[in-house]
């Protein structure tokens, strides 16, 4: 890795409680994960449906506290999520989940900004600012979710995930409902500005082609383990665990 981890995942382990279906004793959904994630880098998560990729991602975001193991932000540990309020952020799969209906979305923007208790004009300019980045113009402010197309709400829920600047973002299935081209789109946009805020990314997706498309690294996770860890390039060219190639050759 060539640049200061901001997650540092050592040997995350993840019980649920049991509940009344699942036995008497306790559920690993994450078995000793260790996982480091640079500024500047985009992770990709891979791995079947309840593997255990949501549960990890919510450990990074500071979410769920690990039953063993330890998380570090920036080198060090984690503290509260009152401390690191700003400095961590999630794009989900729709951005619905981010965006109330009856808010215009300049507001939904700059609401985080709001927490943070910055002054009413760096809001406005930041909202401005933001909205450009992710190429909407300012009239976007002024209208509501419901007057958007899927693909102009993501850049809504993400220019909100990003306007205070976060060192660290969480795409869950972030591209995952959006059509094909409005897709590529969306992660030309994550590509672009990852360069230029610079911040560290875990990207969870079921989608390989769009795992490869914006990942510099790809962890493979099955049964709560992580079985693999490559730089793209190896793991689309030879992937060295078996569940990876089986994950690969499903696709091919
Ligand atoms: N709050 C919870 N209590 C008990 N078990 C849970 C809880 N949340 C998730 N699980 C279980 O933990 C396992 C991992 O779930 P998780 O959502 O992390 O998987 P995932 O890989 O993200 O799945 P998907 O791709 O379907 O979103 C699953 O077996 C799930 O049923």
Redesign the pocket.
């Known amino acids: 890795m060539t640049m200061d981890p901001v997650v540092q995942l050592k040997d995350i382990v993840?019980t649920?409680?049991a509940?009344p279906f699942?036995g008497g004793t306790g559920?690993d959904?994450?078995r000793k994960v260790s996982l480091d994630i640079g500024a500047g880098e985009t992770v990709g998560l891979v791995?079947?449906?309840?593997?255990?990729?949501?549960?990890?991602?919510?450990v990074c975001l500071g979410l769920l506290k690990p039953t063993r193991g330890a998380m570090l932000f920036g080198g060090e540990p984690f503290g509260s999520l009152r401390e690191r309020r700003g400095q961590l952020s999630v794009v989900l799969q729709q951005p619905e989940w981010a965006l109330n209906p009856r808010i215009r979305c300049g507001r939904s923007i700059e609401e985080p900004l709001l927490v943070l208790g910055r002054p009413a004009s760096d809001r406005r300019d930041r909202v401005k600012a933001i909205l450009d980045s992710v190429g909407l113009d300012s009239s976007f402010a002024e209208r509501y979710p419901g007057q958007l197309s899927g693909g102009q709400r993501q850049r809504v829920a993400i220019a909100r995930a990003l306007i205070t600047e976060p060192r660290f973002i969480l795409f869950?299935?972030a591209v995952s409902a959006l059509d094909v081209s409005v897709q590529a789109q969306v992660l030309n946009l994550i590509l672009d500005l990852q360069q230029r805020h610079g911040f560290g990314a875990l990207f969870?997706s079921?989608d390989l082609a769009a795992t490869r498309y914006v990942c510099r690294r790809i962890a493979v996770?099955y049964k709560?383990e992580l079985v693999e860890v490559a730089p793209s390039e190896r793991f689309y060219g030879t992937p060295e665990h078996p569940y990876s190639r089986n994950l690969l050759s499903a696709v091919a």
Do not use: C, P, Q, W
């Not at 593997?51 to 991602?57: A, Q, R």
């Open positions: 993840v649920y409680a509940g699942k559920f959904a994450v791995g079947e449906s309840g593997s255990g990729k949501t549960t990890l991602g919510r869950d299935e969870i079921h996770m709560g």
